[in-house]
């Protein structure tokens, strides 16, 4: 038979106290650093988020459709293929609708975009 020592155990000391209490005091100091950089990037996201009536220069130009599903759609419907510059303008055509629905949800006082406040136009 196999005894404890020779099967699988690992010959490994228990920390000391003192080694312990260091590991737990640097794993605190992670976590209160996270927890701080966390805020941090909150922080910045809120002071990114666009005020209605404020400059659009700083918000990002990405594209807001899903252009494999784009182009499968009119793909579907007409039998057409679609132009990789139709995004951006498809986009831009998004961000306008988009704007003008935050304007409507702000002049009603809200903070939420509502379907309504797209047909309101």
């Not at 579907?76 to 986009?91: F, H, I, K, W, Y």
């Not at 409507?104 to 309504?116: E, I």
Request: neutral net charge; aromatic residues 4%; hydrophobic residues 35%.
């Amino acid at each position: 038979m196999m005894r404890h020592r020779e099967a699988w155990a690992e010959k490994v000391k228990a920390p000391t106290r003192e080694a312990w209490q260091r590991e737990e005091d640097e794993e605190q100091a992670r976590e209160a650093n996270s927890v701080a950089k966390e805020k941090q990037m909150s922080e910045e996201a809120e002071k990114r988020r666009r005020i209605v009536g404020a400059p659009a220069d700083d918000l990002p130009r990405e594209v807001l459709v899903v252009v494999s599903k784009l182009k499968a759609y009119v793909k579907a419907r007409s039998g057409m293929n679609t132009s990789d510059s139709v995004t951006d303008v498809l986009s831009d055509q998004i961000r306008k609708l988009c704007d003008a629905a935050i304007e409507v949800a702000a002049q009603d006082g809200r903070k939420t975009v509502l379907d309504r406040d797209f047909k309101a136009r």
